[in-house]
């Protein structure tokens, strides 16, 4: 699995209507037979700052999806509305696909 969080710094003018800026990429997106998903939140301290985690099923699914044509629509979209340059973590983690249980933590009865 490729796992990726990236972190944006959107302008203020722009942070309100970030998610519906990234709507058409976010669905296009999670249509790709090879996504496993494609989350945004908005931080709780900053309200200029979004994550997006992702998820695809292997490398071909991510270059499926760097390579597309939605991708570089939404690159062109969000490039208006960024502050600066995302912030980004990557990795490839072998034998994983998707969300796992966390072992810690569970429902009270």
């Given amino acids: ?62 270059a499926a999806h760097v390579e597309s044509e939605h991708f570089k629509a939404g690159l062109e979209t969000m490039s208006t509305a960024i502050a600066e340059t995302p912030r980004i973590i990557n990795v490839n983690i072998p034998d994983q696909h998707g969300w796992g249980t966390m072992a810690e933590l569970t429902p009270k009865p």
């Fill in 1 to 62: 699995m490729i796992f990726t969080a990236v972190r944006f710094a959107v302008r203020p003018e722009y942070a309100d209507e970030w998610l519906s800026l990234v709507g058409p990429f976010t669905e296009a997106t999670r249509a790709e037979p090879g996504n496993l998903f494609f989350d945004w939140s908005r931080d709780a301290d900053d309200p200029n700052r979004f994550t997006l985690l992702e998820a695809f099923a292997d490398d071909a699914a991510g």
